[in-house]
């Protein structure tokens, strides 16, 4: 008898991260596959084809039925399954039909989503949104996405690229010129991208080079100069925050992307900061959960399974 199954695919500038996963959220193949973006739409839609026969492929001789595919993908997706922006870390992305074209293409349920929105999912279906119906994603990466859930799904908005919170403006007046054309927007102070400029402007003369990950190494062991970077990047966080919330009102808000793997050291000093720049109706009594995400590369792969598994209704 034949194991019921959907495939779901992460897609990101750098890597591809697809996986063949059951309605239990069990993983039955994954796989991380650098993604051939710069050659152009044609042949990453021709890649994207690949991986999903190779994986049918698989499933036929494991005796693994697969129903349908679901696809989280970077840039921001509209209702239809559109890509109707994109940066430049997929060119020529913007504007492909992705959803209608991989279906003629595939013979298949096709489910597109925003990458962001897919890995909220994800903490809906098996992490840290699990404990919720409703709460604020957040992901710090190259840049700053972000999901509303409402009912344990994404609210999309009028055309369904809600959740560009990485731009809201926090520094209008010289501010930082973002990749979206306007400057001051959120993500060119609290992304990975930011950290990793506020460290090279704010490291003092003759020290050694910092990553992020040594800035936060040296921090851990008492060194000044880092812990004052981590204090600064803790509040450039906090303040994008404190303006969500106080448009949203949210239960709780799950952070996710690489620096979150700092836990509390992090962590507790954003909600620190967000305490203070926040009014107190609204983040205390009850106290307002600020947690990290818990699926980690694994959350947008698993939220594009699980929209296609509420896609097919059969499993």
């Known amino acids: 008898m034949s194991q019921a199954a959907v495939i779901g695919i992460d897609l990101g500038g750098t890597n591809m991260k697809a996986g063949i996963v059951t309605k239990s959220g069990t993983i039955l193949r994954y796989d991380t596959i650098p ?3 710069q050659a152009g739409k044609d042949a990453l839609l021709d890649q ?12 036929q001789s494991s005796q693994i039925e697969i129903s349908a595919i679901g696809i989280g993908t970077a840039g921001y997706v509209n209702r239809e399954g559109v890509i109707g922006f994109a940066t430049d870390n997929l060119p020529g992305w913007s504007g492909t039909r992705l959803r209608e074209e991989l279906e003629l293409k595939c013979g298949m349920p096709i489910v597109v989503d925003n990458d962001v929105n897919a890995m909220a999912m994800g903490e809906v279906w098996l992490g840290a949104g699990r404990h919720w119906d409703d709460f604020l994603c957040i992901t710090l990466g190259t840049g700053i996405g972000g999901c509303l859930i409402e009912k ?3 609210y999309r908005g009028r055309t369904g690229y809600a959740g560009a919170y990485g731009h809201q403006i926090v520094q209008q007046l010289e ?7 306007l ?4 993500e060119q102070y609290a992304s990975v991208t930011a ?12 020290m050694e080079p910092q990553t992020p990950e040594t800035l936060f190494a040296r921090a851990r062991s008492g060194g000044e100069v880092e812990l004052h970077i981590v204090e600064r990047y803790a509040q450039y966080i906090a303040i994008g925050l404190a303006n969500l919330i106080h448009a949203f009102n949210p239960t709780a808000i799950v952070i996710g992307g690489a620096v979150t793997q700092q836990g509390e050291f992090l962590f507790e000093r954003i909600r620190s900061y967000v305490s203070r720049c926040t009014m107190n109706v609204y983040v205390e009594s009850p106290k307002l959960p600020i947690v990290p995400a818990e699926l980690g590369d694994l959350a947008g792969m698993f939220g594009a399974a699980y929209l296609a598994l509420m896609e097919d209704q059969s499993i």
């Open 35 to 37: 993604t051939r973006a």
């Open 48 to 59: 994207i084809v690949e991986v999903i026969s190779m994986y049918r492929s698989y499933a």
């Open 152 to 154: 344990k799904m994404p």
């Open 175 to 181: 501010g930082f010129p973002c990749t979206c054309g």
């Open 183 to 186: 400057s001051g927007c959120w």
């Open 195 to 206: 950290l990793k400029r506020l460290i090279g402007e704010m490291t003092q003369e003759g």
